[in-house]
């Protein structure tokens, strides 16, 4: 097999070849400022409000309560700093968890470093949220509380629903990273009682560079790109036309598809899964077996090296990851496998493939017959591994 084997679809994916058809226009014929009064670019303004509707509609909100960003980062940013920016004299206190994806957990240092504080929960052995610290976190002056709806690294989903009556419960603001479950896992705002959700294009085959913060009807935050009076006044900027119809194209193909697709994609998961647990010994699955991303597999391999195990399937065509894309390159392990209680020596040698709607059960035979290899080769050159074989047949 010659071709790439694409299992990184978690840090991102190929932008659909409709998608990019419905952009197109938008860069060479419909490239009118959209604030401009003259007919040819005011026309862009119905276009982004009908994508704006596409995508409310489909996590159950109303296109005025979509406002649209540059990424899932800057909707994170927004939410953190603008809620605390706005909410700072009611509290000061916001709570968030250990596995969330970077553009939260720095976000939340920053908030930490002026003056405001921050708990960051705990999660079980499978990366779930426990409800009861969550409860006892909670402080008369928390105005926040951020967990994300699925993880990127070990995918699993969270119990959003009920975090959010907790939250509401308590008059406390929830938002919700869902830049991995959204389009992958049916999403109701009014249901996860959510009051911010962020979502980024290019992790549902949409263009990068694109993104949305959803706010809820009612909730005072302010701009946070301070300018012209776009979006409603709270995001200054030339709207991303090209980016937006994308993004609306991405969302209606894939809440479109959404149970078929993540149906199959869950079986090949599965399989997958259920391959390397019985034919690959000392491994083991991370994240949660039943509450998790229909395309994400994630599994340490004891006596291996995350990173050589990366190098060697990359020159077997196949790309995967050892970790967040964001922590790769650095020596430490994951903050996510290391929340769920592994050991670092255990983290290290992680490896996550995250499956797309194009993949193939062939594709994944291929992949499991090399990992095996290498695997198997990795562990013959440690010398960890020659002790563990020789005590336990002592
Ligand atoms: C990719 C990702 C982000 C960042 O989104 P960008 O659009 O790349 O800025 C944030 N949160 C999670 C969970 C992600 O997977």
Redesign the pocket.
């Known amino acids: 097999m010659n071709k790439l084997i694409y299992l990184d679809n ?3 994916t190929k932008t659909a070849p409709e998608v990019v058809k419905a952009m197109l226009p938008y860069f060479t014929e419909h490239y009118g400022n959209p604030s401009s009064v003259y007919g040819f670019a005011a026309a862009n303004k119905d276009v982004i409000t009908r994508q704006r509707e596409i995508i409310a509609e489909s996590i159950g909100a109303n296109g005025s309560e979509i406002y649209f960003t ?7 940013n927004w939410a953190l700093k603008a809620t605390a920016e706005a909410y700072g004299k009611k509290g000061r206190h916001i709570i968030t968890t250990k596995i ?2 970077h ?2 957990l720095h976000t939340a240092d920053f908030l930490e470093k002026n003056g405001f504080e921050v708990t960051y929960l705990n999660v079980d052995e499978n990366g779930t949220v426990k409800l009861d610290e969550l409860k006892a976190a909670i402080r008369p002056d928390t105005i926040l509380i951020s967990v ?1 709806f ?3 690294e070990i995918g699993t989903i969270q119990p959003i629903e009920e975090i959010g009556e907790i939250a509401h419960e308590h008059g406390i603001l929830f938002h919700t ?1 869902a ?2 479950a959204f389009c992958q896992v049916p999403i109701d705002v009014d249901v996860c009682h959510i009051d911010m959700l ?1 979502a ?4 549902l085959n949409g263009p ?2 694109i ?1 949305f913060l959803y706010i809820r009807k009612g909730v005072k935050i302010r701009s946070f790109i301070h300018g012209g009076a776009q979006e409603r006044k709270r995001r200054a900027g030339t709207e991303n036309v090209p980016g937006i119809v994308g993004f609306g194209k991405a969302v209606e193909r894939a809440a479109g598809s959404l149970k078929e697709r993540t149906a199959a994609e869950a079986e090949l998961r599965d399989y997958l899964i259920g391959r390397i647990e019985k034919e690959i010994p000392y491994c083991r699955l991370n994240g949660h077996r039943e509450n998790r991303l229909p395309n994400n597999v994630n599994f340490s391999f004891r006596f291996v090296e995350g990173e050589s195990l990366l190098i060697k399937l990359d020159m077997n065509g196949i790309c995967a990851s050892s970790g ?2 964001c922590t790769s390159g650095s020596l430490d392990p994951s903050h996510v496998l290391l929340a769920i209680g592994l050991p670092h020596e255990i983290a290290h040698g992680s490896l996550r493939m995250t499956l797309s709607e194009e993949t193939t059960r062939e594709e994944l035979d291929y992949v499991v017959e090399k990992l095996k290899t290498i695997v198997e080769d990795l562990r013959n050159m440690s010398p960890l591994y020659e002790d563990f074989i020789k005590n336990s047949k002592a």
Do not use: F, L, Y
């Open positions: 978690a840090a991102t540059a990424g899932g980062s800057e909707s994170d969330e994806h553009a939260i994300m699925a993880n990127n990273d830049v991995q962020s980024s294009a290019h992790k990068k560079g993104g967040s894309a």
